[in-house]
């Protein structure tokens, strides 16, 4: 099952600026993405979306400072946060960003579940597993979106999960929820847009 529709609702600046996880009146469920800049987050929704620029596909990493909600298929609410650890900006850019990012996912009651996206190609970064073990550390529910799987063949893919998983036996006792995805080839859309609505379907009939 793939997404029908799905429409940019608003921007924010901060977390009280955030719209209310509701549809047509009823609530839903939030599902937010988030990463390294350039991990390929906005092409992601677009691919999920099937619209080719419903999320701006930036040359320019870090650019994108605000939250962004979407409205999918009127049931779920998708959320593209700024991406994390731009070495660039100024330091009072960066401070920003993580508070933007760390009020919004230790905060955001509506927020269901968040994915964090890794490029495939990379052995873990610090960035991401610190972000994960802060995750962890405040229960905030999440699982991980491999990026960027058509540039490895289908073993080397395999390998790199386990790689990933590997690293983080040692710290954790399970691997979270993961889906392996590609922009490119559409990679990982069904499995994870399927879970996803499930999630939603299944809060909406509570
Ligand atoms: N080959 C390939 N390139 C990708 C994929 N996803 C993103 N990219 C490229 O990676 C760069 C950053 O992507 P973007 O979506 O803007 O990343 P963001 O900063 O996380 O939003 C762009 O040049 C994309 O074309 C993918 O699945 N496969
Ligand atoms: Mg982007």
Same mark, same amino acid.
Do not use: G
């Given at each position: 099952m793939a997404i029908k529709n799905a429409k940019f609702l608003c921007s924010s600046e901060k977390l009280?600026?955030?719209?209310? !996880? %509701? &549809? #047509?009146?009823? !609530? %839903? &469920? #939030?599902?937010?993405?988030i990463g390294r800049s350039n991990v390929g987050k906005s092409s992601l929704i677009n691919m999920l979306t099937s619209q080719k620029s419903l999320a701006k596909v930036s040359g320019t990493p870090g650019k994108t400072r605000l939250i962004n909600h979407f409205e999918v298929d009127s049931k779920w609410m998708l959320v593209d946060l700024p991406g994390y650890g731009y070495a660039?900006?100024?330091?009072?850019?960066r401070a920003a960003f993580s508070d933007l990012i760390k009020s919004y996912v230790l905060n955001r009651e509506e927020l269901y579940c968040l994915f964090v996206l890794v490029d495939i190609?990379?052995?873990p970064q610090r960035i991401d597993v610190e972000f994960m073990e802060m995750l962890g550390e405040n229960g905030v529910p999440f699982g991980i979106v491999f990026t960027k799987g058509d540039k490895?063949?289908?073993?080397?893919?395999?390998?790199q999960v386990e790689a990933y998983k590997k690293h983080l036996s040692e710290q954790w006792e399970d691997f979270p929820l993961h889906f392996v995805t590609s922009a490119e080839s559409g990679l990982g859309r069904d499995e994870l847009t399927e879970t996803i609505e499930s999630w939603a379907d299944d809060f909406l009939a509570k």
């Open positions: 009280s600026q955030c719209p209310p !996880a %509701v &549809i #047509e009146d009823r !609530a %839903v &469920i #939030e599902v937010a993405l660039k900006t100024s330091k009072s850019n190609r990379l052995e490895l063949s289908a073993s080397a893919r395999k390998r």
